[in-house]
């Protein structure tokens, strides 16, 4: 248990604007880089500034603040000639260029699945809930291509909800996302996000439901933590796999779907992704960071579907000893594929997360992403 792709706008060209308020009093901003690029560019602060719509003025004022602010000059001038002097940037000012682009790039595929998902939100609107029916479960619009729905346990225990988001385009398979110990929270929802862009509907299913229905927590507090643990520590797995089982039947109905399910999973998720593809029908299964893995070894001959398992070579929740047997267990298994990312971290791919790990994340999702058009289409 534990503590992408490259980065895409969405269809409105959604972007970051970046502000920085460093604390040694330098501010940087879009207005201030753009300045120091046409400078770059043109020579001369005069072209800068007629080239972005400002008075030869401001233009000055903005290099000047950095230059000030900065101790180091980022803008050299020479007066002289008509165009009012020439202007060049410093090594200084080509670093400032360079790392506030690195930080909007990065803050960009970081926010990616929030702004997918905001985008959404924003498209939809406000409206009131409508229901329609289907067979195994009801589904409560809250958008075109977002809602809850509810399953029934098989047990006869009750119903569970799960988040669903739709593709685009149908026929299409169906993906069932399995929590980490956080619930349904932010994190899933931008991963559902992520498995609807690709082609396929994402089901992401309440497990906790039996414990505490609707657990929305993050990794970011002590608190949150502890609440997590506990869950862990109540959650009854074999049950776990029921609802998942109940899930993955209820996926193939789906208006709209192709009958092909398969499974993600992450962290507790990615131990209960392993369990199905070596207790379920689902066409393919994916395992990030599971727990415990090698105390499941026992069953790999009951695997006869593909199964790709995502193991962080510096995971504090499985340790070496764990991760070195299941990678030797699996070694040779037709169905199987295992591999391991340095230097990452448990929750490596968890966006926003402590330990995410872009570099890690987009090799492995993109690993993901394969096996998952191969196998649902």
């Known amino acids: ?21 460093l604390a040694s009093g330098v501010r940087i901003g879009p207005g201030k880089v753009a300045v120091l690029e046409e400078i770059a560019r043109s020579g001369s602060i005069s072209a800068a500034g007629r080239a972005l719509r ?51 790039a990065a803050s960009a595929l970081a926010a990616r699945g929030h702004l997918l998902a905001l985008n959404r939100a924003c498209a939809a609107g406000v409206q009131p809930c409508r229901g329609f029916g289907y067979a195994g479960g009801c589904i409560r619009r809250e958008d075109t291509r977002m809602a809850n729905i509810t399953i029934p346990a098989s047990d006869g225990s009750g119903s569970f909800s799960a988040y669903l988001v739709e593709p685009k385009s149908k026929p299409a398979g169906a993906v069932v996302l399995i929590q980490e110990v956080f619930g349904v929270n932010q994190a899933m929802r931008d991963i559902a996000a ?53 899930t993955v039947a209820v996926a193939r109905r789906l208006p709209g779907a192709n009958g092909k399910v398969g499974t993600i999973g992450y962290c ?27 105390n499941l070894l026992g069953d790999l001959g009951k695997v006869t579907k ?22 030797a267990g699996v070694r040779g298994h037709p169905r199987i594929a295992c591999y391991v990312y340095p230097n990452a971290d ?32």
């Open 1 to 21: 248990m534990g503590k992408r792709k490259p980065a895409e706008t969405s269809p409105a060209g959604d972007r970051l604007s970046i502000r920085l308020d």
């Open 54 to 104: 400002m008075s030869y003025r401001r233009t000055w004022d903005r290099g000047e603040d950095l230059n000030r602010r900065r101790g180091a000059p980022v803008v050299e001038t020479a007066a002289g000639g008509s165009g009012g002097g020439g202007a060049v940037l410093t090594p200084a000012g080509r670093a400032v260029i360079e790392r506030y682009r690195a930080i909007e």
């Open 194 to 246: 992520w498995v609807a862009d690709l082609g396929f509907f994402a089901v992401c299913p309440d497990l906790f439901w039996r414990i505490e229905p609707g657990v929305d927590i993050t990794d970011k507090s002590e608190a949150e933590w502890q609440k997590a643990f506990e869950l862990f520590g109540k959650f009854d797995q074999a049950k776990g796999i029921d609802d998942l089982k109940a």
């Open 268 to 294: 507790l998720g990615g131990r209960l992704a392993f369990m199905m593809a070596e207790q379920a029908d689902t066409e393919v299964n994916i395992s990030y960071y599971g727990v415990g893995l090698d």
């Open 306 to 327: 593909p199964l790709v398992v995502h193991i962080a070579d510096k995971d504090e929740f499985f340790p070496p000893e764990g991760r070195a047997k299941v990678v």
């Open 346 to 377: 448990h929750a490596f791919a968890r966006v926003g997360g402590i330990h995410w790990d872009g570099r890690s994340a987009a090799i492995a999702n993109g690993r993901s992403a394969e096996a998952l058009a191969a196998a649902l289409g």
